[in-house]
């Protein structure tokens, strides 16, 4: 049984860097050919992807977000990571992570809430 958690903090001032973190157990991140996302949704909105780090390290951004976007992943710990710069309370979001194979989301972490505010 695949789980993942994400982990970060919960309130962001404006301008400042949102870093979250999910970690992954029951299965490795370096495992051919799942990717690993970075999903949001804001407020009264719709699921939006932001990016992927697929199990070869291999990173792909959302056009939008891209100059904002940095993933990362650290496989001794079996974790990736999602940073935004520069973020603004537009960015204000439940943040999930989540495993794909093919298009098919098959894992989800619950969930974090950040709060962009000063």
């Known amino acids: 049984q695949v789980q993942l958690q994400e982990s970060g903090p919960g309130l962001v001032k404006p301008s400042q860097t949102l870093s979250l973190t999910c970690t992954v157990s029951?299965?490795?991140?370096?495992?051919?050919?799942?990717?690993w996302n970075w999903i949001r949704q804001p407020p009264g909105k719709g699921l939006e992807w932001m990016g992927v780090?697929?199990?070869?390290?291999?990173?792909y951004t959302r056009p939008s977000l891209k100059s904002r976007t940095s993933i990362s992943r650290d496989t001794s710990k079996n974790q990736f990571s999602l940073q935004l710069s520069s973020v603004t309370p537009e960015d204000t979001a439940v943040y999930y992570c989540?495993?794909?194979?093919?298009?098919?989301?098959?894992?989800w972490g619950q969930g974090t809430q950040v709060t962009v505010s000063s």
């Open positions: 029951g299965g490795s991140i370096t495992t051919s050919y799942y990717g």
């Open positions: 780090i697929v199990y070869d390290g291999s990173t």
């Open positions: 989540a495993r794909a194979r093919w298009g098919t989301y098959d894992y």
